[in-house]
């Protein structure tokens, strides 16, 4: 589809699955360098990151656990830039190596307090795996290990990101039209 509405919205083919697939090999060809013995635990920031972790962690041939956190900034289409978390990590993290999966980083609010968490829970190391990342808004100096695009400042669906709870099934990634 070149084109989708979700809810009010209409947006355009942005991303189509078929590179993202692309790009899913070349993250899994690094990870399986840089973790393989590590037994690494992948956490997963709900809601949006969990397609992205799927198609990462179907792909990865190595031990690993999975767990997930859910911490909001979202609402309608504009960043709230305050932090809610909703669901906490209960997993023991000390001495282990971590993998933050997230959807998206603009700011690195998210990542930055995530990392700060886990500062304090004694993880051997972190490393974040970002679907997309928007390196104009950054505003902190955060390290992104393995990413699949830069993008623009576009508000964007599908592939696990949503427009009001809508449009996480889109396969293909998609922005609002202008």
């Given at each position: 589809?070149?084109?989708?509405?979700?809810?009010?919205?209409?947006?355009?083919?942005?991303?189509?699955?078929?590179?993202?697939?692309?790009?899913?090999?070349?993250?899994?060809?690094?990870?399986q360098?840089?973790?393989?013995?590590?037994?690494?635990l992948?956490?997963?920031?709900?809601?949006?990151?969990?397609?992205?972790?799927?198609?990462?962690?179907?792909?990865?041939?190595?031990?690993?656990?999975?767990?997930?956190?859910?911490?909001?900034?979202?609402?309608?289409?504009?960043?709230?830039?305050?932090?809610?978390?909703?669901?906490?990590?209960t997993?023991?993290?000390?001495?282990?190596?971590?993998?933050?999966?997230?959807?998206?980083?603009?700011?690195?609010?998210?990542?930055?307090?995530?990392?700060?968490?886990?500062?304090?829970?004694?993880?051997?190391?972190?490393?974040?795996?970002?679907a997309?990342?928007?390196?104009?808004?950054?505003?902190?100096?955060?390290?992104?290990?393995?990413?699949?695009?830069?993008?623009?400042?576009?508000?964007?669906?599908?592939?696990?990101?949503?427009?009001?709870?809508?449009?996480?099934?889109?396969?293909?990634?998609?922005?609002?039209?202008?």
């Amino acid at each position: 589809m070149d084109e989708v509405k979700v809810l009010d919205k209409v947006f355009d083919l942005y991303i189509p699955y078929e590179e993202i697939e692309r790009r899913l090999d070349i993250i899994k060809d690094k990870m399986q360098a840089d973790l393989e013995g590590e037994n690494p635990l992948f956490v997963v920031m709900l809601s949006g990151a969990f397609i992205f972790a799927a198609e990462l962690m179907k792909r990865l041939n190595f031990a690993a656990e999975i767990a997930f956190v859910k911490v909001s900034s979202y609402a309608g289409t504009q960043s709230t830039g305050e932090l809610k978390e909703q669901l906490s990590l209960t997993k023991d993290v000390k001495g282990r190596t971590v993998v933050i999966i997230e959807d998206i980083v603009e700011s690195g609010l998210t990542m930055k307090s995530m990392l700060e968490m886990l500062e304090k829970k004694e993880v051997k190391q972190v490393k974040i795996a970002a679907a997309f990342v928007k390196p104009q808004l950054m505003k902190y100096n955060i390290k992104i290990d393995y990413k699949l695009m830069e993008i623009k400042d576009d508000f964007i669906v599908g592939f696990g990101l949503d427009y009001n709870q809508y449009g996480r099934n889109l396969r293909s990634v998609y922005k609002l039209k202008n």
